[in-house]
């Protein structure tokens, strides 16, 4: 007997008991395949999609460091090691990751398996981009070393495969030399939507770029946001006394959420305080400024556990990527739509994108936006809309934040889904691997 | 308690596949310590041994050691050079209890692997390390051994053993400048305890039992429970008149 526990991404929603495994190595692995079986990294996303549909395989435990080649910035790990541990060993020694998402708590397979971006995908791409290989183990157990080179055709399914090709057991990942570990932040400020997109373009040089929106403005300040552009700081950038150390960057003192919040926090006047706190504080900011690495990419990392903060009843992401030609008109449609309901979002992020690495990856070029809403038949009404405005602006939506989308959405937005299904079927990945999402979606 | 080394001591943890093992390993390593992994098919550590060394850049060797094997024993502590500064010894086999009733064979498994192997280990180690003065020797035993229980006398037996003999090399060694370290770990939530159902506020991750021993190892009392919560919970234990303790089925 398989021992059983609570199950949820990061939102909390939703939950349900389920039996899983940890495995050591590779043979407890292959051990525990048994059919609809899905692999678990951290738990960071936010809905179902590491929650197996008959066992969810966790692969913290496999979290060792093999090599690391110094000439060309690859490290091989295996799949459980966390994008913070890479951070903590390597910073020290000049080399980060090329790309991270808003959270350093990621594994290394949850990051190749989401493909997942960081605040320069327009420019440089997504994690899959600096990925050379991953040993890929198979429904029989095999283990596949799938790379741009040997079995191509695997490796592209499974950059954004949300865990439904294989179970990742190691991979080897690039890295980015860099002379700190200081970040220059400049930050802007857009009156409103097509300010921000403006001021976007204007600044699409620079190395890291994503707004946050005041999501409860409405009108003619509809999208009035912070625009925050950023570049790894070279040592001569720092202050002399700082050049000496300059991968010491400032401890964060960290807050953990011990309780479920009640839900009285979240109603809008709390949401409004909150976004208005972080409009002020922009509004203060000076121009350009240093900022450590774990400040300016994990604001969030400091509240440990602060997805509590929505409560037992968890809470919804909504993200999804729209075209260029049609981004601004979808944007202000979501916007509106959003504010008009007065759900409030805790969280609204502008990105850019580029293309995505992977077949069935989420990024495409256009421009992403993320929300968050207590989770509610309000909220799962107002996602619906949602869902429609971005279907009907050519937009798609992103499965590592998903908890509830239809199928039928997700199929008619993006064509590729059933191709990514019919391989399954013909590769026999469908039996052995699925999860809660793939289920709902039908992958 | 004092400062990490300015020049960290070469670290020997014999049991090196043992996720406790480990974990001390790397807390160590955290403190740049050198680490010797020694385990029975050492060579599949090697993952292991990459990854402390890739993650901490200190140095870590791996040893082949069967702590059962005491021909071997003093060539393998010859062997260890440079010396080590500290020696921790987590070896140790749980075995079934209903099975260590009825089988001699698998009782005296048990009873060596938990008391006679680590025990004359450690023993010898301290004959070499003594004179230097200086160093400790940690041995990872258990509240097992703080009083026989009917669910797991013939391992809580050895480890009592282990646990005494420890007690005795310390008060030999007193003046000598090397510490002598028993740890008694409660529940601690491993491949030896796997599919158990314990309570969670009484059980321990292995990087609580690495901190414990750190702790020791520079200065803490050289005794110690790991959640000092099983120091109250052996000490109820250990109080039981025993017309009484021998109702209970603890
Ligand atoms: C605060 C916060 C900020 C975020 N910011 C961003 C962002 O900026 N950009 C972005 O892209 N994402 C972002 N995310 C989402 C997050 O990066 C992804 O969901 C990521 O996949 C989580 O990694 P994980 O290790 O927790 O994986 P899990 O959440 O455990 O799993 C995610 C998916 O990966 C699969 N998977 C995990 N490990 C393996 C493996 N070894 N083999 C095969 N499949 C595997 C799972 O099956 C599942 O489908 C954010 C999340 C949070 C909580
Ligand atoms: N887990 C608990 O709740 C708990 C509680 C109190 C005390 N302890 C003690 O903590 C120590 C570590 O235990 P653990 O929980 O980490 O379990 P474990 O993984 O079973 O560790 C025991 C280790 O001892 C090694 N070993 C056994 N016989 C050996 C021999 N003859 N030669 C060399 N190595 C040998 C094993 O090596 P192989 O891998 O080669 O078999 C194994 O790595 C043990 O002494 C245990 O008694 C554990």
Redesign the interface.
């Known amino acids: 007997m398989r021992?059983t526990r609570e199950l949820s991404g990061w939102g909390r929603y939703p939950r349900r008991p389920g039996p899983v495994a940890a495995p050591?190595?590779a043979a407890e692995a292959r051990a525990a395949l048994s059919g609809g079986v899905v692999a678990r990294g951290n738990g960071r996303a936010y809905g179902d999609s590491a929650m197996g549909a008959a066992l969810t395989l966790e692969t913290r435990r496999m979290?060792?460091?093999?090599?690391?080649d110094p000439e060309r910035g690859q490290l091989v790990a295996?799949a459980g090691v966390l994008l913070g541990?890479v951070i903590?060993?390597f910073l020290p020694?000049g080399w980060f990751p090329f790309v991270t998402p808003g959270t350093k708590f990621v594994t290394l397979g949850g990051a190749i398996a989401a493909d997942v971006h960081g605040k320069n995908h327009h420019r440089e791409g997504g994690f899959g981009a600096f990925v050379d290989w991953v040993d890929l183990m198979g429904p029989d157990g095999q283990v596949t070393r799938a790379s741009r080179e040997t079995a191509p055709d695997l490796f592209a399914w499974t950059l954004g495969g949300m865990g439904l090709t294989g179970v990742i057991l190691r991979a080897a990942i690039r890295l980015r030399p860099v002379e700190t570990g200081w970040i220059r932040q400049t930050s802007i400020m857009a009156p409103d939507l097509a300010a921000a997109m403006a001021a976007f373009e204007a600044h699409d040089a620079a190395t890291y770029s994503v707004a946050w929106i005041d999501c409860l403005a409405r009108g003619p300040a509809l999208g009035r946001s912070i625009l925050m552009l950023g570049e790894h700081a070279r040592r001569d950038e720092l202050p002399v006394e700082q050049r000496e150390h300059p991968f010491e960057t400032p401890p964060r003192r960290r807050l953990t959420m011990p309780l479920d919040a009640p839900a009285l926090a979240l109603n809008r006047y709390a949401m409004r305080g909150f976004n208005a706190l972080y409009w002020a504080r922009g509004r203060r900011a000076p121009r350009e400024t240093l900022v450590g690495w774990d400040g300016y990419f994990y604001p969030l990392d400091a509240v440990l556990g602060w997805n509590r903060i929505y409560g037992r009843r968890g809470f919804l992401q909504f993200q999804c990527v729209l075209p260029p030609d049609r981004a601004e008109q979808g944007l202000a449609a979501l916007l509106g739509e959003t504010a008009r309901t007065g759900q409030g979002s805790f969280l609204a992020v502008l990105k850019r994108l580029g293309p995505g690495a992977g077949r069935f990856a989420f990024p495409m070029p256009g421009w992403t936006l993320a929300l968050d809403f207590p989770a509610g038949p309000r909220s799962l009404a107002l996602l619906d809309r949602l869902d429609a405005i971005t279907l009907a602006h050519g937009g798609r939506f992103y499965l590592a934040k998903d908890a509830r989308l239809a199928a039928a959405t997700l199929h008619a937005a993006d064509p590729r889904a059933a191709r990514f299904r019919d391989m399954r079927r013909a590769a026999g990945l469908d039996t052995a691997f699925a999860s809660a999402q793939s289920e709902r979606l039908l992958l | 308690m004092t400062d990490p080394d300015p020049t960290p001591a070469p670290v020997l943890i014999l049991g090196g596949r043992s996720e406790i093992g480990l974990a001390i390993a790397r807390r160590f390593a955290a403190d740049r310590h050198p680490v010797v992994l020694a385990a029975r098919d050492a060579a599949g550590l090697e993952?292991?041994r990459?990854?402390i060394a890739?993650?901490?850049?200190v140095e870590v060797r791996l040893a082949e050691y069967d702590a059962l094997d005491l021909e071997a024993l003093p060539g393998f502590v010859a062997a260890q050079q440079p010396p080590p500064g500290i020696v921790v010894s987590v070896v140790g086999l749980m075995g079934e209890q209903a099975e260590s009733e009825r089988d001699p064979q698998a009782a005296a498994r048990v009873m060596r692997s938990n008391y006679e192997g680590p025990a004359l280990a450690l023993g010898l180690f301290a004959e070499v390390m003594a004179p230097r003065g200086k160093g400790a020797i940690v041995g990872v035993s258990s509240v097992a051994g703080d009083r026989g229980r009917a669910s797991n006398y013939v391992y809580g037996s050895a480890k009592a053993g282990f646990t005494a003999f420890l007690s005795g090399l310390r008060n030999r060694l007193s003046d000598s400048g090397l510490r002598v370290v028993t740890v008694k770990p409660g529940f601690v939530a491993t491949?030896m305890t796997e599919?158990m159902d314990l309570p969670a506020r009484l059980t321990a991750a292995p990087a609580e039992v690495a901190e414990a021993v750190v702790r020791a190892v520079r200065g803490g009392p050289e005794v110690v429970y790991v959640r000092p919560i099983w120091g109250l919970v052996m000490r109820a234990i250990r109080g039981l008149p025993e017309p009484m303790f021998k109702r209970t089925r603890l």
């Not at chain 1, 979290?63 to 690391?68: G, K, N, Q």
């Not at chain 2, 890739?54 to 850049?57: A, D, E, K």
């Open positions: 021992p050591r190595d979290d060792r460091m093999l090599a690391f295996e541990d903590d060993a020694r | 993952a292991d990459a990854d890739l993650r901490h850049g491949r599919g």
